[in-house]
Structures are given as C-alpha cells and as structure tokens.
C-alpha cells in the first residue's frame, strides 16, 4: 500500500507559478515512477507528467517549456508550473505506478486526493 497527500495548490493569475509537491509514504520502495495528472468538469484525466526513478521525464504538449517535474531520493514529487494559463485551471493528482522498470512508467496504481489550481484571467 502506497498513500500519496498532494499540496501546493490555490489560486494564482495567469503568468504566475504554483509549486505542487507530493509526499509519498508506505511501501514506497515499489515505487519506479510517478506522475502527475489534471482533471476539470466533465473532462477525462489527463496526465500531465511523470518521471521515472532513473530520471525519465515526459510531458503533455500543453505544459511543455512551462512545468517541469522533478523527485528527490525519498521519491517526493514536485511539478514547478510556471507562465500558468486559465486552461491550466484543474483539479491535479498525484500518482505512483508500482512494480515496473525503474526507467518506464506504464499505469498508476494510487491516486493522491487531489489540489486544486485555480488561474484567474
């Protein structure tokens, strides 16, 4: 079992920044990758991001050049999101995918509760 409490939401204007950060805890030693996915009103979850434990990252061309994920050795998990947009607006969860290759992300296999990020226009 893996718990995952996201912070760092709230509300911002557009071309600030938010910092969101994912604590993990638990058998966090099965952990080979988190991500970060965003869902608003009536939309699927989308993934936003993630990195692998060997360092990996990927990003939705919506975010490109302005989020950047990042972890430490403890396998917290942060997304730096900078120049945010009004379509940026969204709920944003953590995940973490377990038992895979430390260098591939597949599915995840916890969900944090979720932040929310508000950008006002």
């Known amino acids: 079992q893996v718990q995952l409490v996201e912070s760092g939401g709230g509300l911002v204007q557009a071309g600030g920044s938010l910092r969101l950060a994912c604590v993990p805890s638990?058998?966090?030693?099965?952990?080979?990758?988190m991500a970060w996915y965003r869902q608003g009103p009536g939309r699927q979850r989308e993934l936003v991001a993630f990195?692998?434990?060997?360092?990996?990252t990927n990003y939705a061309d919506s975010v490109k050049g302005r989020f950047t994920i990042s972890r430490d050795n403890a396998k917290n998990t942060f997304l730096q999101m900078s120049n945010l947009k009004p379509e940026d607006t969204d709920v944003y969860y953590c995940?973490?995918?377990?038992?895979?290759?430390?260098?591939?992300?597949?599915?995840?296999?916890?969900w944090g509760q979720g932040t929310q990020v508000t950008v006002s226009s």
């Open positions: 995940a973490a995918d377990l038992w895979g290759d430390d260098d591939s992300y597949t599915s995840p296999d916890y």
């Open positions: 638990g058998s966090i030693y099965n952990i080979n990758a």
């Open positions: 990195i692998t434990m060997s360092g990996t």
